[in-house]
């Protein structure tokens, strides 16, 4: 076991490395989420070194620091597998109420043992470990396990599997974290020792490794996987279909000036599926689902802005009558489409 630790530690490196160059290469919420994975998984890996070495006797303070991580694996690769799956989902603070569960066992039951020094929680670990830590030791490989048990009932429910390479890799992304879920279950219950997870942090970090070089070395992966999906689907006369009814929902201003506003919602009302008609929009519109919406919502701030009668509005009262949620959204959507900002706008009306 003691070569996979160096394993361990040089993919530590790797992991930092990767994680940083999704992050700052292409800065899309599919490769935000899986630097995010990899940085958290990373911090467990050395966790595990520091933990089953002496250094944490020299070091003691940091025990127990990095154990309630686990709990934000699912959710950050949850995260990754829907914005992969549906490149227009935009962040939403709901999402975060993934992390309610991590948030509540550190509270619980992490900061009560924090009110002691290092030393002291080594020596409460070691005389209450299971009675106190193997329940807890539960709690965090069933959450890991549940985020692997939904992804793969989505793959199946959905048959993303069929959806050629971007289902491919979704599929085995999420089956090869559930097996190594399962992996940590097993060692949990039946390990003789910490030392034996050398194993598991071996086989998960290769594979998690492996996806984040990947998408680090292709940044537009998974764009090109997705339009290639969709055009192998969708027929011309489909296409024609799509574009009319998009064409006759511009008129429809009051359906876009909706903030909540998302490509499901538009697809539902067009009676299309999601696919497709973000297909026609980067395709025939050469444009995105956001960028659609955007530019109707514009030209209606337009008509506020060319109207003297509503001189009165401020330009934020403006941004949410056209459907921004807030100012520096409209503003950027503004300049894009009109060249000039909405206050510069109305000031040169006339």
Request: glycine share 4%; hydrophobic share 45%; aromatic share 18%.
């Given at each position: 076991m003691d070569i996979l630790r160096y394993f361990i530690f040089f993919y530590c490196f790797l992991g930092v490395f990767t994680a940083g160059g999704l992050f700052f290469k292409t800065r899309s919420p599919a490769n935000i989420t899986l630097a995010i994975f990899i940085i958290l998984f990373t911090l467990e890996q050395l966790d595990f070194l520091y933990t089953t070495s002496e250094i944490v006797h020299v070091y003691p303070k940091y025990f127990l620091i990095i154990y309630p991580v686990c709990l934000l694996f699912g959710p950050s690769l949850w995260l990754h597998f829907r914005y992969v799956k549906n490149p227009e989902l935009q962040f939403k603070y709901i999402h975060l109420l993934h992390a309610i569960p991590f948030l509540l066992f550190v509270i619980i039951f992490m900061l009560p043992l924090f009110k002691h020094g290092g030393a002291e929680r080594i020596q409460f670990a070691r005389d209450n470990f299971m009675d106190h830590f193997m329940p807890l030791n539960y709690i965090r490989t069933s959450?890991?396990?549940?985020?692997?048990?939904?992804?793969?009932?989505?793959?199946?429910?959905?048959?993303?599997?069929?959806?050629?390479?971007?289902?491919?890799?979704?599929?085995?992304?999420?089956?090869?974290?559930?097996?190594?879920?399962?992996?940590?279950?097993?060692?949990?219950?039946?390990?003789?020792?910490?030392?034996?997870?050398?194993?598991?942090?071996?086989?998960?970090?290769?594979?998690?490794?492996?996806?984040?070089?990947?998408?680090?070395?292709?940044?537009?992966?998974?764009?090109?996987?997705?339009?290639?999906?969709?055009?192998?689907?969708?027929?011309?006369?489909?296409?024609?279909?799509?574009?009319?009814?998009?064409?006759?929902?511009?008129?429809?201003?009051?359906?876009?000036?909706?903030?909540?506003?998302?490509?499901?919602?538009?697809?539902?009302?067009?009676?299309?599926?999601?696919?497709?008609?973000?297909?026609?929009?980067?395709?025939?519109?050469?444009?995105?689902?956001?960028?659609?919406?955007?530019k109707i919502r514009v030209d209606h701030a337009c008509s506020i802005l060319c109207d003297p009668t509503k001189d009165e509005l401020k330009i934020l009262a403006v941004a949410f009558e056209s459907g921004f949620n807030n100012n520096v959204t409209f503003n950027k959507a503004f300049v894009k489409f009109k060249g000039i900002t909405p206050g510069k706008f109305r000031k040169e009306r006339n």
């Amino acid at each position: 076991m003691d070569i996979l630790r160096y394993f361990i530690f040089f993919y530590c490196f790797l992991g930092v490395f990767t994680a940083g160059g999704l992050f700052f290469k292409t800065r899309s919420p599919a490769n935000i989420t899986l630097a995010i994975f990899i940085i958290l998984f990373t911090l467990e890996q050395l966790d595990f070194l520091y933990t089953t070495s002496e250094i944490v006797h020299v070091y003691p303070k940091y025990f127990l620091i990095i154990y309630p991580v686990c709990l934000l694996f699912g959710p950050s690769l949850w995260l990754h597998f829907r914005y992969v799956k549906n490149p227009e989902l935009q962040f939403k603070y709901i999402h975060l109420l993934h992390a309610i569960p991590f948030l509540l066992f550190v509270i619980i039951f992490m900061l009560p043992l924090f009110k002691h020094g290092g030393a002291e929680r080594i020596q409460f670990a070691r005389d209450n470990f299971m009675d106190h830590f193997m329940p807890l030791n539960y709690i965090r490989t069933s959450h890991v396990s549940f985020y692997g048990l939904l992804m793969v009932f989505v793959i199946v429910r959905d048959k993303i599997y069929r959806n050629n390479k971007q289902g491919i890799y979704l599929s085995i992304i999420a089956i090869i974290y559930l097996l190594t879920a399962v992996l940590q279950q097993y060692l949990t219950m039946f390990a003789d020792s910490y030392r034996q997870f050398a194993l598991y942090f071996f086989l998960a970090s290769s594979i998690v490794l492996i996806a984040g070089f990947v998408l680090y070395a292709y940044p537009n992966l998974l764009q090109q996987l997705h339009q290639k999906y969709f055009s192998s689907t969708l027929n011309s006369e489909d296409r024609a279909r799509i574009r009319s009814k998009l064409h006759n929902a511009q008129s429809n201003t009051g359906l876009f000036l909706n903030s909540k506003l998302n490509l499901n919602q538009l697809s539902e009302t067009l009676d299309e599926r999601p696919q497709y008609v973000s297909q026609v929009l980067s395709e025939d519109f050469s444009t995105s689902f956001s960028g659609f919406v955007n530019k109707i919502r514009v030209d209606h701030a337009c008509s506020i802005l060319c109207d003297p009668t509503k001189d009165e509005l401020k330009i934020l009262a403006v941004a949410f009558e056209s459907g921004f949620n807030n100012n520096v959204t409209f503003n950027k959507a503004f300049v894009k489409f009109k060249g000039i900002t909405p206050g510069k706008f109305r000031k040169e009306r006339n």
